[in-house]
């Protein structure tokens, strides 16, 4: 039987709208909650969110998401079977960090009760990424490419979940507002962060954040991830680069890190919600394949 493949993410891939649409990618977006409001994170732009969060620093209403439905995912997966679809490739935020990976297989398993005539025509295949923003939007715009291109349902998979298995994310936060509200560190190390002008460098590799680092001053921020980046990348490998809403750091990433690898970015992934909110938008990092033992 001829595959016909279908790609899908969620909203935490912060894969950005050009992709989503030229590869026919399909992307379940977060709900978000501010207050009374509610909406989805892909229904404004990326600096109409920052503006948000940043403005929830002062009323202290902050941005909240939910998890992806099981009832969504059930739409999602009626919706491809009667298309024809016979494998969708779902990669999702991490299982350690939401709900909706275990949504997404919960649903999987009563779609096949409601529609036993679908096992071994149509094939559900979910992927916990265990991580978040490009480190799996990356890996998921690549899938649909190699789909595009004729490869098997298998060596997609194959192709995923080898990169993210090595994949990670180091980034530096210029403001300690959010990464102390989300309990990244505690009040107290980051009052005293804030009176020595420290900032985190964070590294999320296999769901598991960690502070690697910490530099004095903004202009600090970028050669440390350049240094922490070359060490660590394996080399000649693609990497991609996040930031947020400071452009000028984000130029500073990008022509840094080109002249320390001797090759470019692919391209930069803005965070969205899920990175954003815990973190704040004055981040500025690199995604790559670390090196085996790393």
Same mark, same amino acid.
């Given at each position: 039987m001829v595959e016909k493949i279908q790609i899908m993410t969620d909203s935490g891939s912060d894969i950005p709208k050009a992709f989503e649409k030229k590869h026919n990618i399909k992307i379940l977006s977060f709900p978000i909650s501010v207050g009374d409001r509610g909406f989805f994170d892909r229904d404004m732009t990326d600096a109409e969110y920052y503006n948000l969060i940043l403005d929830s620093v002062k009323s202290e209403d902050f941005p909240k998401t939910a998890q992806i439905t099981v009832m969504r995912f059930i739409e999602s997966y009626e919706e491809f079977y009667k298309a024809g679809i016979t494998d969708l490739i779902y990669t999702s935020i991490a299982d350690l960090g /939401?709900?909706?990976? =275990? *949504?997404?297989?919960? =649903? +999987?398993?009563?779609? &096949?009760?409601? *529609?036993p005539e679908a096992l071994g025509v149509f094939r559900i295949h979910i992927i916990d990424s265990g991580n978040y923003t490009g480190v799996y939007g990356w890996p998921v715009i690549q899938a649909a490419v190699k789909s595009e291109k004729g490869a098997s349902a298998a060596d997609i998979i194959d192709y995923i979940t080898d990169w993210?298995? /090595? =994949?990670? $994310? *180091?980034? !530096?936060? &210029?403001?300690?507002?959010?990464?102390?509200? %989300?309990? +990244?560190? %505690?009040? =107290?190390?980051a009052f005293v962060g804030e009176m020595l002008g420290l900032r985190p460098v964070i590294r999320i590799k296999q769901a598991? /954040?960690?502070?690697?680092?910490? $530099?004095? !001053?903004? +202009?600090? @921020? @970028?050669?440390? @991830? @350049?240094d922490i980046t070359a060490e660590r990348i394996i080399p000649g490998t693609p990497y991609v680069v996040i930031a947020g809403n400071d452009k000028a750091a984000e130029d500073d990433m990008i022509k840094n890190i080109t002249k320390r690898l001797g090759y470019p970015p692919e391209m930069t992934f803005y965070v969205g919600a899920a990175v954003a909110a815990n973190v704040g938008p004055c981040v500025v990092g690199t995604i790559f394949k670390a090196r085996p033992g790393l």
């Amino acid at each position: 039987m001829v595959e016909k493949i279908q790609i899908m993410t969620d909203s935490g891939s912060d894969i950005p709208k050009a992709f989503e649409k030229k590869h026919n990618i399909k992307i379940l977006s977060f709900p978000i909650s501010v207050g009374d409001r509610g909406f989805f994170d892909r229904d404004m732009t990326d600096a109409e969110y920052y503006n948000l969060i940043l403005d929830s620093v002062k009323s202290e209403d902050f941005p909240k998401t939910a998890q992806i439905t099981v009832m969504r995912f059930i739409e999602s997966y009626e919706e491809f079977y009667k298309a024809g679809i016979t494998d969708l490739i779902y990669t999702s935020i991490a299982d350690l960090g /939401s709900a909706t990976f =275990a *949504n997404a297989t919960k =649903a +999987r398993d009563e779609f &096949y009760e409601d *529609n036993p005539e679908a096992l071994g025509v149509f094939r559900i295949h979910i992927i916990d990424s265990g991580n978040y923003t490009g480190v799996y939007g990356w890996p998921v715009i690549q899938a649909a490419v190699k789909s595009e291109k004729g490869a098997s349902a298998a060596d997609i998979i194959d192709y995923i979940t080898d990169w993210c298995a /090595s =994949a990670e $994310v *180091n980034f !530096g936060c &210029y403001t300690l507002d959010f990464v102390k509200r %989300s309990g +990244r560190v %505690s009040t =107290a190390a980051a009052f005293v962060g804030e009176m020595l002008g420290l900032r985190p460098v964070i590294r999320i590799k296999q769901a598991v /954040s960690t502070t690697t680092a910490k $530099v004095r !001053g903004d +202009r600090a @921020v @970028v050669p440390k @991830v @350049v240094d922490i980046t070359a060490e660590r990348i394996i080399p000649g490998t693609p990497y991609v680069v996040i930031a947020g809403n400071d452009k000028a750091a984000e130029d500073d990433m990008i022509k840094n890190i080109t002249k320390r690898l001797g090759y470019p970015p692919e391209m930069t992934f803005y965070v969205g919600a899920a990175v954003a909110a815990n973190v704040g938008p004055c981040v500025v990092g690199t995604i790559f394949k670390a090196r085996p033992g790393l």
